[in-house]
T-cell receptor
Framework: TQLLEQSPQFLSIQEGENLTVYCNSSSVFSSLQWYRQEPGEGPVLLVTVVTGGEVKKLKRLTFQFGDARKDSSLHITAAQPGDTGLYLCAGAGTGGFKTIFGAGTRLFVKA | NAGVMQNPRHLVRRRGQEARLRCSPMKGHSHVYWYRQLPEEGLKFMVYLQKENIIDESGMPKERFSAEFPKEGPSILRIQQVVRGDSAAYFC?????????????FGSGTRLTVV
């Protein structure tokens, strides 16, 4: 069974700080996605990474896919209160149909 | 509005009743996925459908749960004889093709409460 473990589970920081959240697995994934979910809403896709070692940037967010395609990280620079939310990583297995989700990192950025 | 539409947003059912959750995918999307989310948890895969076909239902309980995506109309997730443990948020997502390498577009979910 493929599993995705996210860490930390919860993170509370001050506005302006930097942070990194992690998504790890013992399985290889054909791609990984990162989503952000706000209370009462569905997840919103932030990025998809496909190639081992790939780095993608989205304004203050930097996403990296591990060389072996088993892990990923999300780095936020100069966090803002608007970054508050639940960050979910999701992995598409090789040869399978379904995408599985990690339990998420709940980020709270204080003004 | 071309987003994924789910209704109702909130649904309250008494134990033993039936719950019907609807999902209209984005225009042009023919792949639909249903996920379930408990409070403070991630999303658990339930079922993957294409028009008139169930592709993968490995995450859906064998009893009381069923899903369909007819040629015309929305996808329906049906839960018969609901129990308190069915209380959760149910999310539908769609993609224009097998979304595994492209990501999904999610709806806002249906929050089911069984009393």
């Amino acid at each position: 069974t493929q599993l995705l473990e996210q860490s930390p589970q919860f993170l509370s920081i001050q506005e302006g700080e930097n942070l990194t959240v992690y998504c790890n697995s013992s399985s290889v994934f054909s791609s990984l996605q990162w989503y952000r979910q706000e209370p009462g809403e569905g997840p919103v896709l932030l990025v998809t990474v496909v190639t081992g070692g790939e780095v993608k940037k989205l304004k203050r967010l930097t996403f990296q896919f591990g060389d072996a395609r088993k892990d990923s990280s999300l780095h936020i620079t100069a966090a803002q209160p608007g970054d508050t939310g639940l960050y979910l990583c999701a992995g598409a297995g090789t040869g399978g149909f379904k995408t599985i989700f990690g339990a998420g990192t709940r980020l709270f950025v204080k003004a | 509005n071309a987003g994924v539409m789910q209704n109702p947003r909130h649904l309250v059912r008494r134990r033993g009743q039936e719950a019907r959750l609807r999902c209209s995918p984005m225009k042009g999307h023919s792949h639909v996925y249903w996920y379930r989310q408990l409070p403070e948890e991630g999303l658990k895969f339930m079922v993957y459908l294409q028009k008139e076909n169930i592709i993968d239902e490995s995450g859906m309980p064998k009893e009381r749960f069923s899903a369909e995506f007819p040629k015309e109309g929305p996808s329906i997730l049906r839960i018969q004889q609901v129990v308190r443990g069915d209380s959760a948020a149910y999310f539908c997502a769609s993609s224009p093709r097998d979304g595994n390498n492209y990501g999904y577009t999610f709806g806002s979910g249906t929050r089911l409460t069984v009393v």
